[in-house]
């Protein structure tokens, strides 16, 4: 049987009566920061966003194939206001946030990517800070019932999950693909992401009706 919350995400899943019209100019804001970086020819910048954004999609899908096999809770929902609610676990909001935080996080990276802060390479340092701060986020949008958690495995007491599964996985890729040498590989890179996560969709969503 469902919990509360998550029927209460069902009842809003992909119902367009919610649409509200700062959706918009929100869309027009994450269209701008591509825009800007595509001017300067910041393609490390552009794809590594890109790359950051394939990997929430890929972790949504995994979330709301939970909540199907177990018809219990996805391991996080997303129950409040929203002007849509695309999966289970994501709403338009948090999809516009996360197709912009690539970019904005890829900005703390020094350009020098074998210097090492506190003995650890940077890559890795921030990978692991940037992290931390989402799960502290998390924690925060959860003590509000904007994300609600309903397992044991996934909440304040196992932030472990959260930071390995959650999140440092979105950095390291996206780190990775900032750092790719050329264009052409940046591109195989997002290709790759963004095509298992077509796949995904076509599968799970409109072939299985799983999502």
């Excluded at 069902?10 to 119902?15: E, I, Q, S, V």
């Excluded at 219990?72 to 002007?83: E, I, L, M, V």
């Excluded at 340092?125 to 924690?139: K, P, T």
């Excluded at 599964?165 to 990775?176: D, K, M, Q, T, W």
Aim: proline letters at 4%.
């Amino acid at each position: 049987m469902p919990t509360q919350s998550a029927e209460q995400a069902l009842k809003l899943l992909r119902d367009g009566s919610q649409f509200q019209w700062y959706v918009i100019p929100i869309f027009v804001f994450v269209v701008y920061v591509y825009s800007v970086e595509i001017e300067k020819k910041n393609w490390s910048a552009v794809f590594a966003g890109l790359a950051f954004w394939g990997m929430d999609w890929f972790n949504e899908i995994w979330n709301s194939l939970v909540f199907h096999f177990t018809k219990y809770a996805p391991a996080w929902g997303a129950p409040g206001k929203s002007a849509y609610l695309i999966l289970i676990g994501l709403n338009i909001e948090i999809s516009f946030m996360f197709a912009i935080a690539g970019i904005v996080f890829v900005k703390s990276l020094p350009p020098d990517k074998s210097l090492k802060i506190l003995g650890i390479p940077n890559r890795w340092f921030f990978a692991v800070l940037w992290s931390i701060f989402c799960v502290f986020i998390e924690v925060l949008l959860n003590s509000v019932n904007a994300l609600t958690w309903d397992y044991f495995w996934w909440n304040t007491r196992a932030p472990w999950l959260i930071f390995l599964i959650g999140y440092l996985h979105f950095f390291v890729v996206a780190f990775l693909v900032y750092d790719m040498k050329t264009i052409k590989n940046k591109i195989i890179a997002v290709a790759t992401i963004y095509t298992v996560v077509i796949v995904e969709i076509i599968v799970f969503g409109f072939i299985y009706k799983m999502i």
